[in-house]
């Protein structure tokens, strides 16, 4: 997949309409911005067009207005700390294709940046409706998609403006598919994911995909109990999906078949109850008491996941490895991180939880890449196409 980026056109005295990912979580009781790591991160992309000479619209959608003008979802404090960031004043447009929008976007110069309103204030975004694509393709000449955690939505901002404008990607998606992409289509090998999180129903596709091209799968986290029950094991009260059973099973043998080894937690930090000041042990996992539940990996599987990814050259990393949400719990999910920071190899990891405990850690910058997308970086790896993606002109 080799896409054109905002390198392979020229911008020069250009309208570019840039889709951002500016959904950033909003203090309820101050309005301000939590956390501006989505901002700071569309940065290079807005500064390059600007360097080159570009008139630049932004536009993106925060939170869940439901296709209504609501000020609560205002991009107003996005359009403040875009201004602190690029030192230069950045015009919120009051609608997303009104007069407002209309007016700033005809009187655009070089160099300047307008930001259009929450493109979900209209409900025509979400069903990527063709008069909504266009009316927002009309304000620019060129198209420059940078949003990949909406990339797997096919919306009027994401995919349906491409029917009209000249598209490429910006630097973040660009970075997703240089790693999220050259790790499936061809990773240097031993080649090790490691899958966690609650559900097995969640990572099937990812699971099935990942078969054919990994030579080991580590599968930690509540999944792993449903691996366990399949193949007869008693795993007392832990999270299970009785429904996918068999098909556990059936994916167990996949691997087998294609020499792909399968690796499930030996010990398990269990406990009787679903809480943080819950009294826990450690024990095997063929010996999980009767009203025990597993709620992490235990410190002879953290060995075992390390002896294995200490040799591998590519690793993917999606989802926690206990509940991670109770420190108590939190053991194998921050040990694996660790793991995963000090070894010689392309680390990239699937957004989400996984990438909140790198984060919280402070080894952000040990790894290779962190996607920014969690529901998109999952369905990459199912080894779908992203219609924000497959929208863009290729190389
Ligand atoms: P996911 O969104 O599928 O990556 O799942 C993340 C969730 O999996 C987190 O909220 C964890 O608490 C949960 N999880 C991980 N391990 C376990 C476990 N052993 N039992 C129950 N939930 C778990």
């Known amino acids: 997949m080799n896409k054109k980026t905002v390198k392979d056109i020229d911008v020069n005295s250009k309208k570019v309409l840039v889709r951002c990912d500016f959904n950033v979580p909003i203090s ?3 309005g301000t911005i939590t956390d501006n790591r989505r901002i700071k991160a569309a940065i290079p992309t807005i500064q390059y067009l600007l360097d080159n000479n570009a008139k630049v619209i932004l536009c993106s959608h925060l939170g869940r207005p439901k296709g209504e003008f609501n000020q609560k979802y205002s991009l107003k404090p996005v359009a403040e700390e875009l201004s602190k960031l690029l030192n230069k004043e950045v015009k919120l447009a009051t609608d997303v294709i009104g007069e407002s929008a209309k007016e700033l976007t005809s009187n655009v110069k070089e160099g300047e940046v307008v930001l259009l309103e929450n493109v979900r204030f209209h409900k025509e975004e979400e069903k990527n409706a063709p008069e909504f694509s266009k009316a927002l393709a009309d304000m620019a000449e060129l198209y420059v998609n940078d949003a990949f955690g909406t990339a797997h939505r096919a919306h009027s ?20 598919l240089e790693f999220l992409g050259g790790a499936l289509e061809n990773p240097a090998h031993p080649f090790v994911a490691i ?46 999906e009785e429904d996918k059973l068999e098909l ?18 030996l010990d398990n930090n269990v406990s009787a109850e679903y809480s943080n000041d819950a009294e826990s042990m450690i024990v095997s996992s063929e ?7 597993g709620l992490d990996i235990g410190p002879k599987t953290i060995e075992k996941f390390e002896e294995v990814v200490k040799n591998a050259k590519t690793v993917v990393w999606n ?36 990438a909140a405990a790198i984060e919280k850690l402070g080894l952000a910058d040990k790894m290779t890449h962190i996607s920014t997308g969690g529901g998109a970086s999952l369905e990459f790896l199912e080894g779908k196409l992203l219609p924000g993606i497959e929208c863009l002109e290729e190389k």
């Open 28 to 30: 309820s009781e101050d």
């Open 157 to 176: 901002s994401t995919t349906g403006v491409a029917d009209y404008l000249p598209a490429v990607s910006g630097f973040l998606i660009e970075k997703e």
């Open 195 to 240: 899958l966690g999180g609650a559900k097995v129903s969640d990572k099937i596709g990812v699971i099935e995909n990942l078969i054919d091209k990994v030579d080991t799968l580590i599968i930690g986290g509540g999944m792993a109990y449903t691996f366990y029950k399949a193949q007869g094991h008693s795993i007392g009260t832990s999270i299970c």
């Open 248 to 265: 556990a099973n059936s994916l167990l043998e996949k691997a087998k078949a294609k020499n792909v080894e399968i690796l499930l937690p």
């Open 287 to 293: 010996e999980i008491p009767e009203g025990f539940m």
């Open 319 to 354: 989802g926690p490895l206990g509940v991670c949400e109770f420190s108590k719990f939190e053991v194998g999910t921050k040990a694996v991180a660790s793991i995963l920071a000090n070894i010689d190899a392309t680390t990239i990891i699937g957004g989400g939880d996984s």
